[in-house]
T-cell receptor, first 115, second 117 residues
Framework: AQSVAQPEDQVNVAEGNPLTVKCTYSVSGNPYLFWYVQYPNRGLQFLLKYITGDNLVKGSYGFEAEFNKSQTSFHLKKPSALVSDSALYFCAVRDFKAAGNKLTFGGGTRVLVKP | NAGVTQTPKFRVLKTGQSMTLLCAQDMNHEYMYWYRQDPGMGLRLIHYSVGEGTTAKGEVPDGYNVSRLKKQNFLLGLESAAPSQTSVYFC????????????????FGDGTRLSIL
């Protein structure tokens, strides 16, 4: 079985400050890890993914994430947050052996960036 | 390029009524998925399809049926709606063929907001 935990329901950060959204995962094999962002009344938009290789992954809109195998974590980061980054963020994991490319999502973390 | 299109965007039903949600994708994706999103619970997989004519159960399939008669369409049906099925429903699709296809992201529609009274 595969699972994802996002321990923070909400993260508040001032504009211009670093932003971190935490994610830990559990899979039986090698993980494929994804971050998605959801704006109000919209579907999920893909931000970045880790499949293999470099543990630091760069994605859209200046976001990056660091894969840490020993801590089974995949935290999302942005060096300088913008007000427009306020949204709902989801971490997702897939065991590379899972049929149908099925993803398991975390519960989501709401990010509020204050001016 | 429309991507993934869901119809309708909003719907209110009475308990016991039936309805069908339509998902259409124009990216020639093999795999398609139906999720429901509830506050604090993330997205939970209802059913999915790995190709035309095939469907499989996900995490929360009870009370729902699906059909994939055409590659580009994936229908989600509620035979007898219940208040517990009030949710936002998302359809997604992804590639499946070729090397590395398994690591491709899923592409999502903008959702159907369904209320069951």
């Amino acid at each position: 079985a595969q699972s994802v935990a996002q321990p923070e329901d909400q993260v508040n950060v001032a504009e211009g400050n670093p932003l971190t959204v935490k994610c830990t995962y559990s899979v039986s094999g090698n993980p494929y890890l994804f971050w998605y962002v959801q704006y109000p009344n919209r579907g999920l938009q893909f931000l970045l993914k880790y499949i293999t290789g470099d543990n630091l992954v760069k994605g859209s809109y200046g976001f990056e994430a660091e894969f840490n195998k020993s801590q089974t974590s995949f935290h999302l980061k942005k060096p300088s947050a913008l007000v427009s980054d306020s949204a709902l963020y989801f971490c997702a994991v897939r065991d590379f052996k899972a049929a149908g490319n099925k993803l398991t999502f975390g519960g989501g973390t709401r990010v509020l960036v204050k001016p | 390029n429309a991507g993934v299109t869901q119809t309708p965007k909003f719907r209110v039903l009475k308990t016991g009524q039936s309805m069908t949600l339509l998902c259409a994708q124009d990216m020639n994706h093999e795999y398609m998925y139906w999720y429901r999103q509830d506050p604090g619970m993330g997205l939970r997989l209802i059913h999915y399809s790995v190709g035309e004519g095939t469907t499989a159960k996900g995490e929360v399939p009870d009370g729902y049926n699906v059909s994939r008669l055409k590659k580009q369409n994936f229908l989600l049906g509620l035979e007898s709606a219940a208040p517990s099925q009030t949710s936002v429903y998302f359809c997604a699709s992804s590639y499946s063929t070729g090397a590395g296809a398994g690591n491709q992201p899923q592409h999502f529609g903008d959702g159907t907001r369904l209320s069951i009274l």
